[in-house]
Nanobody
Framework: QFQLAESGGGLVQPGGSLRLSCAAS????????IGWFRRAPGKEQEGVSC????????YYVHSVKGRFTISGDNAKNTVYLQMNSLKPEDTAVYYC??????????????????WGQGTQVTVSS
């Protein structure tokens, strides 16, 4: 059974860092594009970042460029989202998802078939 599980969320002060993990079971992550999405209270879901299968290409939404980094560890079947210089506006539930389509832009406009349950990130002093 295909499953994705996010972890690593929590409460952090502005300027702090978190690393989110997206662990897969039942399939090999590096055969899929992995996207990170977030949904803040009262806002639409936003595509944050994606990475193509085998790390072929990456995308970052403008608001996180230079602060977030997406990467994969094939040995652990896990994709990470390193988040630095966090801001209160980064507060949201973060989800990872898997797609058979390449990462060529905003992941909101691609089809993602498998989703994790989400992890809460709260940036507050």
């Amino acid at each position: 059974q295909f499953q994705l599980a996010e972890s690593g969320g929590g409460l952090v002060q502005p300027g702090g860092s978190l690393r989110l993990s997206c662990a897969a079971s039942g399939f090999t992550l590096d055969a899929y594009t992995i996207g990170w999405f977030r949904r803040a209270p009262g806002k639409e879901q936003e595509g944050v970042s994606c990475i193509s299968s085998r790390g072929g290409s990456t995308y970052y939404v403008h608001s996180v460029k230079g602060r977030f980094t997406i990467s994969g560890d094939n040995a652990k079947n896990t994709v990470y989202l390193q988040m630095n210089s966090l801001k209160p506006e980064d507060t949201a539930v973060y989800y990872c998802a898997a797609s058979l389509y390449p990462c060529v832009g905003d992941p909101r406009y691609a089809r993602y078939d498998y989703w994790g349950q989400g992890t809460q990130v709260t940036v507050s002093s």
